[in-house]
């Protein structure tokens, strides 16, 4: 892919330029601002119009790291740090480039790069451009204006200040050929960009209609496989459900006589159960809880009994006292029945009468 870089005028000269560079090597160059088109685009900033600082900048992300060197470029600026961007870059070393530039001037760069259609994926400090040297300084010309770099410097090369600002010490100016490869991995993976914080390239979103398309078919067959589950899910369960009324049904009817039709087998063997036991507790439990009781009293007696379809018991009761009659109703209660009595007579030196036996 190629990728193009426009260098921004300095102040002394008013004229764009741009190099064209395909893979490590620059394929083509030219004056003015290109065309706008596809291709990423790097803005080379005047060295004249950035002030370049290092310092130790330690931070775990970028907006600490920016935040720090608000803090350091706010002591030894002139300027308000509200008028100036600060940009912090990493070449690897303990001591980090920091960008400063005005906020007007980034602001008019880039405003008058969009009326011609141009937003720069990243803006570069020219002196940036140059290899950081193991010592003394290095010089490159772009377009005719020289730009010099040291260990932990970069500006503009004016012969009034660049001797006092490199010591006395004469640059080594690069050749061609190593300035051009400098260049080119610079662009690659720029060291410092001034396109941080409130300047940072925002990315458009595209709408991507085939994704939203992709999306909806996957969540279709989500769905669909959902609903696959529930159905299986629910036709097994009512599989087993008849599978087990099935075999309720089979059950029931091996209780029922052979000779009777069976329409419903659950409620025609309910029905032959109370017919067997009785309503109520049944005939035998009351039966059973009745002659407790009266065994429970030495001298009592039972004359009659008898049992109707309401599942209540009625027996006439012989007793040599009337405190045996409690006796035996209290023996019944003491089942969980419930007794009521007739008027009991004596005769004979014997007491009877009549009980009704009932479930609570």
């Not at 980034?106 to 720069?120: C, E, Q, V």
């Not at 159905?231 to 006589?257: F, H, K, N, W």
């Not at 049944?282 to 009266?294: I, N």
């Amino acid at each position: 892919m190629t990728v193009r870089a426009l260098f921004l005028p300095s102040a002394g000269d008013g004229t764009h330029r741009w190099i064209a560079i395909d893979g490590e090597a620059i394929v083509a160059r030219g004056e003015g601002v290109p065309e706008a088109d596809s291709s990423p685009l790097t803005v080379i900033v005047p060295a004249e119009d950035v002030t370049l600082h290092w310092a130790a900048v330690s931070a775990r992300s970028l907006a600490q790291a920016s935040a720090a060197a608000r803090l350091l470029v706010a002591e030894a600026s002139a300027a308000p740090i509200a008028e100036l961007h600060v940009a912090v870059g990493d070449e690897g070393a303990p001591a980090r480039p920091i960008g400063v530039v005005a906020a007007d001037r980034m602001r008019d760069w880039l405003d008058a790069l969009a009326a011609k259609g141009l937003d720069p994926d990243a803006m570069i400090p020219a002196p940036m451009l140059l290899p950081r040297p193991e010592e003394g300084f290095v010089r490159g010309d772009f377009g005719g204006d020289g730009v010099i770099r040291g260990t932990d410097s970069g500006f503009a090369d004016e012969p009034a200040l660049t001797p006092a600002l490199t010591g006395g010490m004469t640059p080594r100016i690069l050749e061609r050929a190593a300035l051009e490869q400098a260049v080119v991995a610079a662009i690659a993976h720029p060291a410092l960009d001034l396109r941080q914080g409130n300047f940072a390239k925002r990315i458009a979103m595209a709408f991507d209609w085939r994704l939203l398309r992709r999306a909806f078919w996957l969540v279709a067959v989500i769905l669909l496989l959902v609903l696959a589950v529930t159905i299986a899910e629910i036709t097994r369960y009512s599989v087993a459900a008849d599978a087990l009324e099935r075999r309720a049904d089979t059950l029931a009817r091996t209780g029922l006589p052979r000779s009777e039709t069976v329409n419903d087998a659950g409620r025609q063997l309910e029905a032959r159960l109370v017919r067997m036991r009785g309503n109520g507790a049944g005939f035998t439990q009351t039966a059973a809880t009745v002659f407790d009781a009266v065994q429970a009293v030495p001298g009592s007696e039972l004359r009659t009994l008898a049992f109707d379809a309401m599942g209540k018991m009625r027996v006439t009761l012989v007793t040599q006292n009337e405190g045996q009659v409690t006796d035996v109703s209290n023996g019944i209660a003491a089942h969980g029945m419930m007794v009521s009595q007739s008027v009991f007579s004596s005769g004979g030196g014997r007491v009877s009468g009549e009980l009704t036996v009932a479930p609570r």
